[in-house]
């Protein structure tokens, strides 16, 4: 469970903690560059509920939600208030083998239903009324596969937070409170090489994942060594707590095609927990031992975004514009945020990157993503640790940490798995709440 003890949340969230529902879109999209398309996306997202509520009645019985997110390049002039606190562009993470990319992303709706004709319905009448103030970045559409397993034969989701811990380690409270009862999310769409997957043996599977594929026992944590996914995608901070994330995966893929993958969801109170699972992952701890799953599990998109509470995008269209407080960011992407918790810091370039510390091989924490420089770029994280410039720029300046970053490094323990193979509670055929 994430810090924060008897916290309350009295702003209505969105449905992040929406149940699993047998299909879902994911929708990403970039805004126009103008001030008429600010204003047109602006008055859409103050309506939304309306929107929602006009399709969900055709079947009340559906489970139908949607759950919009806004990320860093077009907060300040959208949402026309400073960023979130931890919210910037998703950072490029480096490894020796594997790479997690960063992709566009603007605006982000996890569209969710048990029937896939309210989700087709819905986003039509979205996309024709957002028009040409919007473009397209990328649109997947999962179902659920089985009892919530992914296409590699795994349940999906086991140690997502459930009860009273959920709010817990989804919404932000106190620590920002004009933004309490909003999450920070993140999306990434994973391709996988299934031919290659089916020829391991399900003990090697097994091995890979950290629990049986059978009935979801979870295997024993590695001392040392190769770690499992299971392992990895655990974070527990210096005090002993736990952090967790919520993941709404969805398998998504066509036979037909030879295409199988997973689009990871995650919903988290703190972006860096999310970031943290990712370097552990894609560096490795110890770096330069990588993720396993990562072979058989290639990462085509990247995009981070903050999902503000119900009330106040409801009132995104009333609010006047106000100037936020220095430094707090631009239209143009440019953000200043904290690194995540626990990192040492590093040295600035007269460019503006940042060099963070090399990882702590005592703890096994790895130093997070560096700022990229003014141009645009993101510096990635590299298993040894240090900045190096990516083959392509991202899609916004990427933030410089601040000095009051929040709290102690997260170090392995216990069981909060980042998704891909990481384990939703197994569920009952027809539904249930994750």
Sequence with gaps: MGSGGDRRVPIEAQSVDAP???????????????????????????????????????????????????????????VRRPL???????????????????????????????????????????????????????????????DARDLLGFVDGTANPVGLALPEATLVGDEDPDYAGGSYVVVQRYAHPIETWNALTTEQQEAVIGRRKADNVELDDAVEGQKSHKTLTTIVDDAGEEHDILR?????????????????????????????MLERMFVGDPPGLHDRLLDFSVARTGSAFFAP??????????????????????????????GAPGTAGGSSAPDGSVTPSAPDASSGSV?????????????????????????SAGP???????????????????DSSLGLGSLRPPLPPERTTP
């Design 20 to 78: 699993l529902t047998g299909s879902a879109v994911f929708l990403v999209l970039s805004v126009a560059d103008d001030s008429a398309a600010l204003d047109t996306v602006r008055s859409a997202l103050a309506d939304l509920d309306e929107l929602a509520k006009t399709v969900a009645f055709r079947d009340l019985g559906a489970a139908f939600t949607c759950t919009v997110a806004i990320g860093a390049r077009v907060w300040p002039g959208l």
């Design 84 to 146: 979130p606190t931890e919210l910037h562009p998703f950072r490029v993470v480096q490894g020796a083998v594997h790479t997690a990319p960063s992709t566009p992303g603007d605006l982000l709706f996890h569209i969710r239903s048990d029937r896939r004709d309210l989700c087709f319905e819905f986003e039509r009448l979205l996309l024709e009324q957002l028009g040409s103030a919007v473009s397209v970045v990328d649109e997947t559409v999962g179902f659920r596969y089985f």
């Design 248 to 276: 709404d995966n969805m398998p998504f893929g066509s036979p037909a095609s030879g295409e199988f993958g997973t689009y990871f969801i995650g919903y988290s109170r703190q972006l860096w927990v999310i970031e943290r």
């Design 309 to 338: 509470s119900a009330g106040l995008l409801a009132a995104l269209d009333d609010d006047p514009p106000a100037a936020g407080p220095a430094g707090a960011g631009d239209a143009s992407g440019g953000v200043v945020a904290p």
């Design 367 to 391: 130093a997070p993503v560096p700022p990229g420089a003014s141009s645009g770029s993101v510096a990635p994280v590299t298993s040894a640790g240090s900045a190096e410039a990516p083959a």
């Design 396 to 414: 916004a300046a990427s933030a410089a940490p601040s000095a009051s970053a929040p709290a102690p490094a997260p170090a392995p323990a216990g």
